[in-house]
């Protein structure tokens, strides 16, 4: 992917897709991470489907083709943004800063039912996601025992809702927190630049009624995925998921710029191999394909 050093206002150039996308076509993603969690011993492997490993068999002579070109390979960025996220939330649940989340797109990830379970009733954990996935989500965390009243799954498109009425409506269950994270892994890539401002304002909207407020998400930007091999890999991966690949930023900077206009405060966007001495798979040799967001919301 060329990457041009400078603003991009609008991503129509950096777009590989079909348009006008079903809302639920990027869901197959969430097989194939939910099997890559399970594989690595993320979670205890009763969210992985047959679906995810045969995605994840199909796409293996790919990714071993890619990794001897030194082009992007799935797990190791997976992995990685996955377990900073991990860390991230840890820490500021340790620190006191954080006893409510609100994960967005949670697909088949197990990162709810390991916090739920090492927090029980210090923590609530809503999980979210489209309402197909939704229900598969709240399916399998049922036939583990791992819902109840500090741990729920309920539907939510993040595109949908007027000023973010159904995001602030889902925010309002977990009224005792104190500190709320709301985390979108796996998403904003698939969103066009316009969707993935107007998420980030109803973000910081719903976390300006905590007293804390962290957002944390992975965000691919187009300088760390300019190879030719990264380019073939992200059309291929658009034109599966339908929506395209959107690399809304060029440089890391931009996004920082942009979620500091958006209100939050402070901002930071992580490379994975920072945590490499901290974080187990943080720096697998395409790990830094992705940058993590660390960003605070002040008190509204
Ligand atoms: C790549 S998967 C990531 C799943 C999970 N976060 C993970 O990392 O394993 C993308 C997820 O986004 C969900 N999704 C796509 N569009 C969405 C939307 N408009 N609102 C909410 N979730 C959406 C899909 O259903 C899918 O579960």
């Known amino acids: 992917m060329a990457a041009k050093r400078s603003t991009m206002h609008d991503d129509e150039g950096m777009r590989l897709s079909r348009s006008r996308p079903r809302p639920d076509s ?13 594989r690595n011993g993320l979670g205890d492997g009763a969210l992985a489907t047959a679906r995810g490993k045969w995605y994840y068999r199909a796409l293996q002579p790919a990714m071993a083709l890619s990794r001897m070109a030194g082009g992007p390979v799935l797990e190791d960025f997976l992995l990685a943004r996955h377990r900073v996220i991990d860390h ?26 390991g916090f739920a379970r090492r927090h029980g009733s210090a923590i609530d954990y809503v999980e979210t996601d489209l309402p197909d996935m939704a229900a598969r989500k709240r399916r399998a965390l049922d036939r583990i025992g791992s819902l109840g009243p500090h741990h729920r799954v309920e ?4 595109l949908r809702g007027h000023g973010g009425n159904d995001l602030l409506a889902l925010a309002g269950q977990l009224t005792s927190a104190k500190g709320l994270a709301v985390i979108s892994e796996g998403l904003l890539n698939y969103l066009p630049t316009d969707a993935v401002r107007t998420l ?14 962290l957002y944390l998400s992975d965000l691919h ?80």
């Not at 995925?225 to 890391?252: E, K, S, W």
């Open 88 to 113: 991230l939330l840890s820490a500021a649940i340790d620190a006191g800063q954080v006893d409510g989340v609100l994960e967005l797109a949670s697909g088949m990830s197990p990162r709810g039912h």
């Open 200 to 213: 980030w304002s109803r973000v910081l909207a719903v976390l300006g009624r905590f007293d804390t407020g």
């Open 26 to 38: 990027i869901s197959p993603t969430a097989h194939y991470t939910g099997y890559v969690w399970a």
């Open 221 to 300: 930007v187009a300088e760390d995925n300019r190879g030719p091999v990264d380019a073939l890999g992200a059309m291929l991966l658009g034109r599966f998921v339908g929506t395209g690949l959107h690399f809304h930023f060029t440089i890391p900077e931009e996004a920082e710029k942009a979620l500091s206009a958006t209100g939050f405060d402070p901002v930071r966007l992580h490379l994975p191999s920072a945590f490499a001495e901290r974080v187990p798979d943080a720096n697998r040799p395409a790990a830094d394909r992705v940058r993590v967001i660390s960003a605070g919301a002040p008190r509204r």
């Open 155 to 158: 539907s939510l498109d993040v």
